[in-house]
């Protein structure tokens, strides 16, 4: 049963455009959400967080939008840079230290040049 | 300086061995995790340890066994491998307060043959 969703496993944006990454969550007990970026043969690293009291937090190129009634966020990237080519996590927790992170399948970012 | 650090980095083995894999961290933080990220590409958690407390054990065989010497280090303990357990192990840590921000090692790659 999967509690965090990321639908595409891939996405190729032109460089200076804009990315948009979607995932989408089915427990609502959840209410803090999180992107993570992992590049091959490293450990994930935290990205950009957002509480369920906010539908938006930015950092720098990305965004993440929340919009709880549809059990939805998403990670916008602006612009896109060849360097952000990496695969996006989506997670999600309980805001507690002893409810686990859980995990979408990631979506694969490639940015063309 | 790596932050997480994981050892081995890629580990091949037989069925039925034991094998153990080591997890230190450098950031001074509390809480320290084993992910299992599977062919599947899923990221889930297995443990987590808080300043040297079994915290979480989601349904994980009991051929594995964590175990933290201190609060820096968390390793993992397989015993009989099989070749289901084949996958990517990655190690992370927090703060307890901060559970969702977590900063990952590069993870070990495990091979059943």
């Known amino acids: 049963d999967q509690q965090v969703k990321q639908n595409s496993p891939s996405l190729s944006v032109q460089e200076g455009r804009i990315s948009i990454l979607n995932c989408d969550y089915t427990n609502s007990m959840f209410d803090y959400f999180l992107w993570y970026k992992k590049y091959p043969a490293e450990g994930p690293t935290f990205l950009i967080s957002?509480?369920?009291?906010?539908d938006k937090n930015e950092d720098g190129r990305f965004t993440v939008f929340l919009n709880k009634s549809a059990k939805h966020l998403s990670l916008h990237i602006v612009p896109s840079q060849p360097g952000d080519s990496a695969v996006y996590f989506c997670a999600a927790s309980a805001y507690s230290g002893n409810t686990p992170l859980v995990f979408g399948k990631g979506t694969r970012l490639s940015v063309i040049a | 300086d790596t932050a997480v650090s994981q050892t081995p980095k890629y580990l091949v083995t037989q069925m039925g061995n034991d094998k153990s894999i080591k997890c230190e961290q450098n950031l001074g933080h509390d809480t320290m995790y084993w992910y299992k990220q599977d062919s599947k590409k899923f990221l889930k958690i297995m443990f987590s340890y808080n300043n040297k407390e079994l915290i979480i054990n989601e349904t994980v065989p009991n051929r594995f066994s964590p175990k933290s010497p201190d609060k820096a280090h968390l390793n993992l303990h397989i015993n009989s491998l099989e070749l289901g357990d084949s996958a990517v192990y990655f190690c992370?840590?927090?703060?307890?307060?901060?559970?969702?921000?977590?900063?990952f090692g590069p993870g070990t790659r495990l091979t059943v043959t």
């Open positions: 957002i509480s369920s009291i906010k």
């Open positions: 992370a840590s927090s703060q307890w307060e901060q559970s969702y921000e977590q900063y």
